[in-house]
């Protein structure tokens, strides 16, 4: 089992940005593809970014060129650099990870790809 704690959510006003961070409690370097996923009310929960254990990594459209995920493999940890952030950015945030990543390069931002899930960190972009 593999237990993930996001944090660094918050509230911030358009154009700011934010750091988000998934603590994995095992090692997911070799052996985990991970990713990002976001859940507005009302929506189905998204695929923001995604990363493979080669280091390849996938963006949805909305949020290419100003989101950036990144893993430290020392610390176990999972990052979301989120810049330009926009009101329609607003969203509880959760960190998945999948043991083993066949097929990824089809399903990667699925969300049924996925078989951890944390508990999710809530970002609030006001305009």
């Known amino acids: 089992q593999v237990q993930l704690v996001e944090s660094g959510g918050g509230s911030v006003q358009s154009g700011g940005s934010l750091r988000l961070s998934c603590a994995a409690s095992?090692?997911?370097?070799?052996?985990?593809?991970m990713g990002w996923f976001r859940q507005a009310p009302g929506k189905e929960r998204e695929g923001v970014a995604v990363?493979?254990?080669?280091?390849?990594?996938a963006y949805a459209d909305s949020v290419k060129g100003r989101f950036t995920i990144s893993q430290d493999n020392a610390e176990n940890t999972l990052y979301l650099q989120m810049n330009s952030l926009k009101p329609e950015d607003t969203a509880m945030y959760y960190c998945?990870?999948?043991?083993?990543?066949?097929?990824?390069?089809?399903?990667?931002?699925?969300?049924?790809?996925?078989?951890?899930w944390g508990q999710g960190t809530q970002v609030t972009v006001s305009s």
């Open positions: 998945a990870a999948r043991a083993g990543c066949a097929a990824w390069w089809w399903s990667r931002l699925h969300r049924s790809f996925y078989n951890y």
């Open positions: 095992v090692y997911t370097g070799s052996s985990y593809c």
């Open positions: 990363i493979h254990i080669d280091g390849s990594t």
